[in-house]
């Protein structure tokens, strides 16, 4: 392996550090307790694992497990990331499925998808910002006040 292909990995986990630490950014303003440095880990290791998983073999089948093997591993971190409060209601989800979706944002990354992670991103960051809207809220008021009225 010569230094430039090294060079160019490096950058894609300085690309993955970047995007899933801007992920993390945004949980730590939500005070939750898996932020920059989780989401950011999260998203170098996929990116790693695939690179290193792309570069040993050619076989799509072999990187398509590597894939796989990561996603089920996120899997098991986001199960221990879901508690029940005291009202007895699920909590953590959304950070849960946020870090699960950040490794496939470091996956892209390493297959040269570099477009679809930066979108991927942008839209885990809509998801994770969209209950600051006003008019989201309102609809999900409607809806409550709806539900209540017809159940």
């Known amino acids: ?81 879901i508690f029940r409060d005291e009202k007895n209601l699920p909590k953590g989800l959304t950070t849960a499925s946020g870090l699960w979706t950040t490794s496939a944002v470091g996956m892209a990354i390493a297959l040269n998808m570099f477009v679809l992670a930066v979108a991927a991103t942008l839209i885990i960051l809509l998801i994770f910002t969209i209950n600051q809207f006003g008019w989201y809220r309102r609809f999900v008021d409607r809806l409550i006040k709806s539900k209540k009225r017809n159940g």
């Open 1 to 81: 392996m010569d230094i430039e292909f090294e060079l160019l990995l490096s950058a894609k986990l300085l690309l993955a550090v970047f995007l899933g630490g801007l992920l993390g950014l945004e949980r730590e303003r939500e005070q939750q307790n898996s932020g920059v440095r989780t989401f950011a880990c999260i998203c170098v290791a996929s990116c790693l694992f695939v690179s290193i998983s792309a570069h040993l073999t050619a076989d799509k089948s072999a990187i398509a497990r590597m894939l796989a093997a990561i996603a089920t591993g996120l899997g098991f971190i986001g199960a221990g990331l």
